[in-house]
């Protein structure tokens, strides 16, 4: 996806890892750049922290939908 570059290269710097590069796709292979300076295997680890990003993120964006209701009811 075209705006997907941000919000990737944002958790591959987070998380230290290094997300894209040369795959394989319907057979097909495409050499695109690495998003990200860290290492490409991901470890079980990485999954967790980055699941455990993935809720701070979506308690921090609750937290700004509360602020901001509570702001325009008063």
Aim: hydrophobic content about 55%; some cysteine; overall charge positive.
């Amino acid at each position: 996806s075209f705006n997907l570059g941000w919000p990737v290269g944002a958790v591959a710097g987070a998380l230290d890892l290094a997300f894209a590069g040369s795959r394989q796709l319907d057979g097909a292979t495409l050499s695109e750049s690495w998003i990200g300076g860290g290492t490409a295997k991901a470890t079980a680890r990485d999954v967790s922290r980055g699941l455990y990003l993935t809720g701070i993120a979506c308690l921090l964006n609750a937290a700004w939908v509360a602020a901001l209701s509570v702001v325009r009811l008063v």
